[in-house]
């Protein structure tokens, strides 16, 4: 079916999902809020402030059934868009409406989502970029977040050079060169936030090439006033388009991300390149948290 057929009355209580795992220990959280129809600015961003996750997403009705405008907040700020409270958004209506396809309209475009069952049964969402594009990161800027980070010259993968990535959101990506570099993040919260914020990042996408399509990354979050990032499909677009762009993987592929293991909340996004199209595909699934 699609959401034309009927639109549900939404409820307005505040959702907890994790999404890009099926456990409600894995992955990354997430507020969803299915009516936000009568919440202004401030109190979206104290409801995101107050619950603390990476991202809470705040739906209103759109122009037809099957769209809903959509706007994430952080617990310090707005994001542009964010991948892994998509999925979370998904799979929440999918549960009331079965399989869908709909179209979040969010602040950096229209992103259309299908929601089916994959083969153990549990819901599978997929979200579309935007178009997404690279572009050089400037040496200093890198020089400077490798201080921020504690990291050498020497720690990159000289196979992946530093660059900025979009597809919705900005992200520097960074290689490590070996898994103990990528596992051992002790940065520099205020320093490494600073330069993000103006250079308009929403996070620093650290990777590790496991094999040709598997990568184990993760995700400094300190303009969010988080962190890390437990799994963050925004960033897993952008590095999508990235490694398509430099010729890391081929034009039609399908790449592994593992994320969170090193923060105990272990998530697996899959990102879907297709020749021809330039937008990118993240898929993942999302779970209910219980809460008292």
Same mark, same amino acid.
């Not at 969803?32 to 600015?41: F, H, K, T, Y």
């Given at each position: 079916?699609? $959401?034309? *057929?009927?639109?549900?009355?939404?409820?307005?209580?505040?959702? &907890?999902?994790?999404?890009?795992?099926?456990?409600?220990?894995?992955?990354?959280?997430?507020?969803?809020?299915?009516?936000?129809?009568?919440?202004?600015?401030?109190?979206?961003?104290?409801?995101?402030?107050?619950?603390?996750?990476?991202?809470?997403?705040?739906?209103?009705?759109?122009?037809?059934?099957?769209?809903?405008?959509?706007?994430?907040?952080?617990?310090?700020?707005?994001? !542009?868009?964010?991948? &892994?409270?998509?999925?979370?958004?998904?799979?929440?209506?999918?549960? =009331?409406?079965?399989?869908?396809?709909?179209?979040?309209?969010?602040?950096?475009?229209?992103?259309?989502?299908?929601?089916?069952?994959?083969?153990?049964?549990?819901?599978?969402?997929?979200?579309?970029?935007?178009?997404?594009?690279?572009?050089?990161?400037?040496?200093?800027?890198?020089?400077?977040?490798?201080? $921020?980070?504690?990291?050498?010259?020497?720690?990159?993968?000289?196979?992946?050079?530093?660059?900025?990535?979009?597809?919705?959101?900005?992200?520097?990506?960074?290689?490590?060169?070996?898994?103990?570099?990528?596992?051992?993040?002790?940065? *520099?919260?205020?320093?490494?936030?600073?330069?993000?914020?103006?250079?308009?990042?929403?996070?620093?996408?650290?990777?590790?090439?496991?094999?040709?399509?598997?990568?184990?990354?993760?995700?400094? %979050?300190?303009?969010?006033?988080?962190?890390?990032?437990?799994?963050?499909?925004?960033?897993?677009?952008? %590095?999508?388009?990235?490694?398509?762009?430099?010729?890391?993987?081929?034009?039609? !592929?399908?790449?592994?991300?593992?994320?969170?293991?090193?923060?105990?909340?272990?998530?697996?996004?899959?990102?879907?390149?297709?020749?021809?199209?330039?937008?990118? =595909?993240?898929?993942?699934?999302?779970?209910?948290?219980?809460?008292?």
């Amino acid at each position: 079916m699609t $959401a034309d *057929d009927a639109r549900p009355t939404l409820p307005q209580q505040v959702l &907890h999902y994790t999404a890009f795992s099926a456990e409600p220990s894995g992955g990354n959280p997430a507020g969803v809020v299915l009516d936000a129809s009568a919440l202004g600015d401030e109190e979206m961003l104290a409801i995101a402030a107050r619950l603390g996750y990476s991202e809470t997403a705040f739906l209103t009705a759109g122009a037809t059934p099957s769209t809903y405008r959509v706007r994430y907040f952080s617990p310090q700020a707005e994001v !542009s868009f964010c991948g &892994h409270a998509t999925v979370a958004t998904a799979v929440a209506l999918g549960e =009331r409406l079965g399989p869908v396809d709909l179209t979040l309209e969010t602040n950096a475009g229209p992103v259309p989502i299908t929601v089916a069952p994959s083969p153990d049964g549990t819901l599978l969402a997929t979200l579309t970029s935007v178009e997404p594009h690279t572009e050089d990161a400037d040496p200093k800027d890198v020089t400077e977040a490798l201080a $921020a980070l504690g990291w050498a010259a020497t720690d990159l993968d000289p196979a992946i050079p530093p660059r900025i990535g979009y597809a919705g959101a900005r992200h520097l990506v960074l290689a490590a060169a070996t898994r103990p570099r990528l596992a051992d993040l002790d940065y *520099d919260f205020v320093r490494l936030r600073t330069l993000m914020e103006r250079l308009d990042l929403t996070t620093v996408q650290l990777v590790h090439r496991v094999s040709d399509t598997v990568f184990d990354v993760r995700d400094p %979050f300190p303009v969010g006033g988080v962190v890390e990032d437990p799994a963050t499909g925004a960033a897993a677009a952008a %590095f999508g388009a990235y490694a398509r762009e430099l010729g890391l993987v081929p034009a039609e !592929s399908v790449l592994t991300l593992h994320q969170g293991q090193d923060m105990g909340r272990p998530g697996t996004l899959t990102v879907t390149l297709h020749e021809g199209d330039p937008r990118i =595909r993240v898929s993942g699934t999302a779970v209910r948290i219980p809460t008292a």
